[in-house]
């Protein structure tokens, strides 16, 4: 197992590489030196002030492989824009904000926990809503019941996600007034802010949730072991709760532990419309900020994430699957 | 043999109703869509040049002063009140437009962005994915590097930096949706190529001299080609409904484009004032947009599942 | 000897789209206490369904029994509740299937899945079940049985878990085992050792079999009496012997014309006319073999000819070869 993790680490040092080298021509490329540093320095800087700024944040050297000898007379050839970024990056010495003039990786502990408190329960909360309702569903295949619940579904799943928040916020937090509408408080004082969020988070997302669910556990009750568990006298709710069940978790945890990682990203939207101070805040306001270092410390981090999500993934894949074992 | 296959899946999609009316409102709004894409450019009395579409000549009405709600005859500013121009089936928004007639003009958006990004993505994960699944070796081993350095990168982050960095309009937007979707698609093309490859029909035709294009379009392309449709009825929806998100965040399609989305945000300035239409009527138009598609879509998907085909 | 089990007049009818599709049409039969009746026919004329429907397994939208008796081991099956069925299914009459690779839950040990069967039927805990799973899997001869427990179905070979499903089926002593095309999917040298230990553990657990194959070189193995079916209906029943020594009817005669050995080398092999029909296709009364039939005459195409008695315990359904004789 450890040599596993240790390979799929390694393979995967490739990737994020790529990852970085993608992100930084995406940026540098794109847009040059000087225009990003036009936009951070405000009104009509002088070609001075331009200057200055383009030097003091390392602009001014080339791309990805130094020819000029520096200060001290030696050629580093390394001592290029790319190649000072990754090294930030990789030693986890997150660079300064452009526009916040604090450093990232600080911004990063602080926002995490924002994050956190609204994704984290409304995971956990799906989870708990959907799957008893779709063993429910699942147990009355192919009745009324089953073709409404499918219905309903559909019809959740095409409301698109910002009329849950504008609604339900307008509705539940300025109309009727049972919530907070706007903002954020850290300690255990934030789950008065926090609960709203979490209720439509969990609402939005029901009807696919609840579908895929569904059509997971209906893909395993056509196979031909329930044939055999009905053949030895085993009654429905046992063959459903036990013998599809297992099989079905199989898909299920696939996809639920994959997003695990990504619960630290926050949700953009949520925390946009409630004012929660996360990660989901910080990259929106990057971005409209041009914000560069922010922006590539986040990729950075967030592709750091999805590899230990794939990883973790596969890892649960053995561990609930019998059939598959590590190669 | 492809004829016959499409003759079973319009039998069976016939069988649904709900599948058949959402058929024909996806057919509702594609005429509107229609209707916005034909021009019918005018000169006023005054000689100025305007470039309307026939959509505008049926439903475009004279600006407001205000808001009114819908199929009120007067409105107020600065308390004082005031006839309205014409009638407004949909009320006026803060600016004093029209609603219905701003909600009409985000359908042909909510289609471009629907279809155009998921041509681009079938594009890039057809060819890659054929050709990563045929040829294998070094081949595969690039484009599956290629495609886990973009799925590392989380969607929406991908689409927003590289928005960031064009210009903001609505053929940027549906190319760089197309450009960070594809690699789902591609990897359940490869796949498929991967079984296709190896049957016998595929050995056969290379028995008989067939070059490898031959076998890449005519043989194993039309084999894989339903995962290509039922990827686009997937995703339809979601990228009709990322518009109106897009646009929120501030990435979405330039002023002055019909957009869903810019109706839906403007419900942060509205609503506070007790103006709900504008709102709703963005959301309805969207929500029936994407549920007629969704149930047209669930059918036409079971239809051509090739594990239903001998049915 | 005791009759456990007699079908009187069985209809199974599937409700499609396309029309009512007959599967079952009609069909009696009847085995007793300690001897086997071998059900042979091509693939689709109804020989499964008609398995299916002894259990109540058929699936039921679209299917339905729609008349007939099963009496089985004394009670009338048709008429029993849900409940009831599942306490006799495993224990009074069990069966196994032709796909050993899925018919066992992959996620579960052989053993748990063995036991699964004898904790559903009896008053057994975990230990008194267990041993009663280890007899069983050391009989049905699978080595080393103990630690064999805890392996999972993917870890056997396909002859194994036949073997497996054979203990699941039998270790509770049922009156009649269903055996649905049990060596079909396995390897030529494997399919004698099954149809051996099935002959064996009959001895042992003074079973009734129901077996069921389109192999005649099976029948000749395993079955005392054998019943021939076509397109829903029986055509031809009689002891295996007599059957195989003087077969009356012409679809009969075809099967057995169709077997290799009885064409001399060098000439082309013999096979039946036509295909086989879809069940949806009789609407009206004839005899259903007559599209293929090489005697066919007038009087087979408008009426459908019964069951009559040709020798001892022989009947045949054919104008031809039996006539109108005594039913």
């Known amino acids: ?327 | 043999m492809a004829e016959s296959h499409l003759h079973i899946a319009i039998k069976r999609i016939r069988k649904e109703k709900l599948a058949v009316a959402g058929f024909c409102v996806i057919c509702l709004f594609a005429l509107i869509a229609l209707l916005d894409t034909v021009p019918a450019p005018y000169r006023d009395a005054g000689g100025m040049h305007f470039n309307r579409t026939v959509l505008d000549t049926l439903f475009q009405k004279p600006v407001e002063r205000s808001y009114s709600p819908p199929l009120a005859r007067t409105a107020t500013l600065n308390r004082k009140e005031f006839t309205l121009k014409s009638t407004h089936v949909l009320g006026t928004n803060i600016l004093g437009e029209d609603v219905l007639y701003d909600a009409l003009k985000g359908v042909r958006t909510a289609f471009i962005i629907g279809i155009v990004p998921l041509i681009i993505a079938s594009f890039f994960a057809v060819v890659f994915g054929l050709l990563a699944g045929y040829y294998g070796g070094w081949v595969d081993d690039v484009i599956q590097y290629v495609y886990q350095v973009l799925s590392s990168i989380p969607g929406i982050l991908l689409l927003i930096a590289m928005l960031t960095v064009m210009e903001r309009g609505i053929w940027q937007l549906c190319i760089a949706l197309g450009v960070t979707s594809w690699v789902g698609l591609c990897r359940l093309i490869r796949g498929e190529t991967l079984k296709v490859k190896n049957m016998e029909y595929v050995e056969a035709a290379r028995a008989l001299g067939a070059s490898d294009g031959h076998l890449l379009f005519r043989q194993i392309l039309p084999n894989v080609m339903y995962l290509v449709i039922i990827e686009m009825t997937l995703d339809f929806s979601g990228l009709v409904m990322s518009e109106a998100v897009l646009t929120y965040i501030g990435v979405g399609v330039e002023p002055g484009t019909g957009s869903w989305g810019r109706m839906i945000l403007s419900a942060d300035r509205e609503l506070p004032n007790g103006i709900w239409w504008n709102l709703t009527g963005a959301s309805i138009f969207l929500f029936l947009l994407v549920l007629a598609f969704n149930l047209f879509a669930d059918v036409l998907r079971d239809a051509l599942d090739p594990r239903l085909r001998k049915g | 000897m005791e009759r456990v089990l007699k079908i009187e007049n069985l209809r199974t009818y599937f409700h499609m789209d396309e029309g009512v599709a007959r599967a079952v049409d009609g069909v009696s039969l009847s085995v007793e206490k300690k001897r086997t009746l071998g059900l042979v026919g091509e693939s689709g004329c109804g020989k499964s369904i008609t398995a299916l429907s002894i259990l109540r397994l058929v699936p039921s939208p679209p299917g339905r029994i729609a008349g007939g008796s099963i009496t089985l081991a004394g009670e009338d099956i048709l008429s029993l509740p849900e409940v009831r069925m599942r306490d006799i299914r495993g224990k009074l009459a069990s069966m196994i299937f032709q796909e050993p690779m899925t018919s066992l839950n992959p996620v579960f040990t052989i053993g748990n899945q063995v036991e699964e069967a004898v904790r559903m039927h009896t008053q057994m805990t975990g230990k008194g079940a267990r041993r009663i799973a280890l007899e069983y899997l050391a009989k049905v001869g699978i080595p080393a049985a103990h630690e064999r427990m805890g392996q999972y179905p993917h870890q056997l070979s396909g002859g194994m878990k036949q073997r497996v499903m054979i203990a699941m089926a039998l270790c509770l002593k049922p009156a009649l085992l269903i055996a649905d095309e049990p060596t079909t999917a396995l390897d030529v040298t494997i399919q004698a050792g099954i149809l051996r230990l099935m002959k064996d553990m009959q001895e042992e657990t003074e079973s009734a079999i129901l077996l069921i194959t389109h192999d005649l070189g099976v029948i000749a193995e395993m079955a005392d009496d054998v019943a021939v079916m076509y397109a829903g209906k029986i055509v031809e029943t009689g002891p295996c012997e007599e059957i195989f020594t003087s077969f009356l009817h012409p679809y009969t005669e075809g099967l057995f014309q169709s077997l290799p050995g009885r064409t001399p080398r060098g000439q082309k092999l013999y096979t039946i006319a036509g295909n086989v029909p879809s069940a949806l296709q009789f609407q009206k009364a004839c005899c259903r073999f007559n599209p293929r039939c090489p005697l066919a005459i007038e009087r087979c195409r408008v009426e459908e000819p019964p069951l009559v008695v040709i020798g001892p315990a022989h009947r045949c359904a054919c104008w031809v070869r039996a006539g109108e004789g005594p039913l």
């Open chain 1, 1 to 327: 197992m450890f040599y596993y993790i240790v390979r799929r680490i390694l393979l995967a040092v490739p990737t994020v590489l790529g990852v970085c080298l993608f992100t930084f021509l995406l940026f540098n490329v794109f847009a040059s030196p000087e225009a990003i540093a036009r936009k951070q320095l405000g009104k009509n800087p002088t070609t001075v002030q331009v200057k200055a700024w383009i030097t003091a944040h390392g602009m001014d050297k080339p791309m990805f492989f130094n020819q000029k000898a520096g200060k001290d007379g030696r050629i580093h050839p390394l001592d290029s824009r790319f190649w000072n970024q990754m090294k930030e990056l990789i030693l986890f010495q997150f660079p300064e904000s452009d526009y916040l003039h604090e450093n990232v990786g600080d911004l990063i502990k602080e926002k995490i926990v924002p994050s956190l408190t609204i994704t984290v329960p409304a995971f956990l909360l799906s989870i708990i809503a959907t799957l008893p309702l779709a063993l429910f569903v699942a147990y009355y295949r192919g009745t009324y019941l089953d073709r409404l619940a499918l219905f309903i579904c559909v019809i959740l799943m095409s409301i698109v996600i910002l009329n849950y928040i504008i609604v339900g916020q307008y509705l539940l937090a300025v109309v009727f007034k049972y919530f907070p509408i706007y903002g954020y408080e850290y300690g255990i004082g934030a789950w008065k802010f926090v609960l709203l969020p979490v209720i439509l988070a969990v609402a939005a997302g029901l009807g696919g949730g609840l579908r895929f669910y569904r059509t997971v556990m209906l893909n395993e009750v056509r196979a031909d072991y329930v044939r055999t568990a009905m053949a030895k006298g085993v009654s429905e709710g046992r063959i459903l709760f036990k013998h599809v069940l297992k099989n079905a978790m199989i898909p299920i945890l696939t996809t639920t532990v994959l997003s695990i990682p990504f619960l630290i990203t926050g949700s953009l939207l949520l925390e946009m419309y409630f004012g929660i101070p996360g990660m989901g805040n910080l990259l929106l306001n990057a971005i409209n900020n041009a914000d560069f270092p922010i922006i590539r410390s986040l990729v950075y981090v967030y592709s750091l994430l999805y590899i230990a999500g794939s990883i973790v993934t596969d890892i649960s894949y053995t561990l609930v699957d019998p059939r598959v074992t590590l190669e």
